[in-house]
């Protein structure tokens, strides 16, 4: 790669996982238009394969030597603190050598995903300026924030004893409950303690940027700006800002055209994100559900999702039935263009938070199907705050997802959820145009890296 003499550069460190590297990858080609030099330092792992719009990038490994299948093993929680572990020596020798190499750029500023921490303490080492960059919302930020103090003061207990006060709200987080709050399914709680105690380093960072906006979530923005004593600026949603492709699987536009055939707000999207694993009997009370709401649907299922299978081909025969009227299935959707279609009125979705935003983005209501982490705040964000979605709770049963369906995609409820929806777009829209607050903070955000 040339490298051009005199520039800005940004380092940028991702997540190795979809819903952190589509943020990740549309802030550097945001950053890239206004004058930095960028590059990215990934891992093996979900590897970014970048296309003709990121030729002016530079794109640099960072070694380890973890088994190949820890992230589907280990999933989120404890493979990132066994990547963060193993990184860090690797990432400083690999920083070296491209402070070496790009000795005539001007400064070098690390943006990492905040759960990238290793990158944080490499650049203080180097004494370089870093920046947290929050993929997640500044609600989830702010719970992981005040995760150790509840724990200290034995407020978590609820969730560790099951006293079975998980629908109480939790003191200060209205109207999050217990049952709510960013805690992993897949790890034990002392072990999500342990990660976001690591990521909640406020001394180390020159500031913190969130993908999300102010009208969205502007009480939780300001108490995490009084919790931390550095500037913090909501530049979202970055899909907004950038258009650049970012999906590491193959999208199927197939399912466009068949959109095409349907009438307006007449489908409703199902897709449970990157990491989502069902087991058969829950598809199997999906489809079933599905089928007798007697809607259109439009499904992924990602290969690898149902536990056990390469992808569909060993559910029972009634699948194929009760999907090949009414429904499409495919392996992976282009889903910004499938929420953006005229076509789709209602998204049975996981709640990740790039999700939830492409959702609000395009104006569709959500029934909200959390399974871990950030995605309860998020769903209780879409029901209680925003009020276009509809949570589903407790085991997936065949007539709780027709009665979800029929109250999203039939009626007046849904059509209140639609129009809420709608208005939210339009200040989404607001937010990353000219003027707005997004686009401001994210001016000033430039201003303040430029600065460094
Ligand atoms: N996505 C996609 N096609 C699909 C399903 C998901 O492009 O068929 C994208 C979706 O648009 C979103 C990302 O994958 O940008 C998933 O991120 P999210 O934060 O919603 O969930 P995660 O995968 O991290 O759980």
Not at 182 to 203: G, I, M
Not at 258 to 274: A, H, T, Y
Request: glycine share 6%; charged share 25%; aromatic share 8%.
């Amino acid at each position: 790669m040339e490298v051009k003499p005199g520039r800005r550069r940004v380092l940028l460190v991702p997540v190795p996982a979809q819903g952190h590297i589509s943020p990740m990858m549309q802030l550097a080609k945001t950053l890239h238009s206004k004058g930095f030099s960028i590059t990215v330092a990934q891992t093996k792992f979900n590897y970014f394969i970048p296309s003709d719009d990121f030729s002016d990038f530079q794109f640099v490994t960072i070694p380890e030597s973890l088994p190949e299948t820890d992230f589907e093993n280990l999933r989120p929680v404890l493979f990132l603190l066994k990547l963060n572990k193993e990184c860090q020596a690797s990432f400083k020798d690999c920083l070296s050598h491209l402070l070496l190499q790009h000795s005539s750029d001007i400064s070098c500023v690390i943006i990492y995903d905040e759960f990238m921490y290793f990158a944080k303490a490499v650049a203080k080492e180097f004494k370089l300026p870093n920046v947290i960059f929050s993929t997640t919302n500044a609600t989830t930020f702010f719970c992981r924030a005040v995760f150790e103090k509840l724990d200290a003061n034995n407020v978590l207990s609820p969730l560790k004893d099951s006293e079975g006060k998980e629908n109480e709200l939790v003191p200060g987080l209205h109207p999050l409950r217990y049952k709510d709050l960013p805690t992993s399914k897949f790890a034990p709680l002392e072990k999500t303690l342990e990660l976001y105690r690591s990521t909640v380093d406020k001394q180390a960072a020159s500031c913190v940027i969130i993908n999300t906006a102010s009208c969205l979530e502007n009480s939780s923005l300001c108490c995490l700006q009084q919790q931390l004593d550095i500037p913090v600026y909501p530049i979202g949603p970055l899909h907004m800002v950038s258009s650049a492709p970012t999906s590491l699987l193959e999208e199927n536009k197939s399912c466009i055209e068949w959109l095409d055939e349907q009438k307006r707000n007449s489908v409703i999207f199902v897709s449970l994100g990157s990491l989502a694993l069902m087991e058969t009997n829950e598809v199997m009370e999906m489809a079933s559900g599905l089928d007798s709401s007697k809607q259109h649907f439009l499904w992924v299922i990602k290969p690898g999702s149902i536990r056990g299978s390469e992808w569909i081909e060993f559910l029972p025969e009634e699948f194929s039935e009760m999907v090949s009227g009414r429904g499409y299935v495919v392996k992976w959707a282009p889903q910004k263009e499938v929420l953006a279609h005229h076509g789709v009125g209602g998204f049975w979705s996981h709640c990740g938070w790039n999700s939830t935003l492409e959702s609000i983005g395009e104006g569709v209501p959500v029934i909200c199907r959390p399974s871990s982490s950030d995605q309860k705040v998020n769903a209780g964000y879409l029901d209680c705050v925003w009020r276009i979605g509809i949570q589903v709770e407790g085991e997936v049963e065949r007539r709780a997802v027709e009665r979800a369906v029929k109250r999203v995609m039939v009626g007046e409820e849904g059509e209140e959820m639609r129009k809420r929806a709608m208005c939210l777009k339009e200040r989404l829209r607001a937010s990353v145009g000219e003027g707005g607050s997004s686009h401001k903070s994210l001016h000033e955000f430039v201003h303040f890296i430029k600065s460094l």
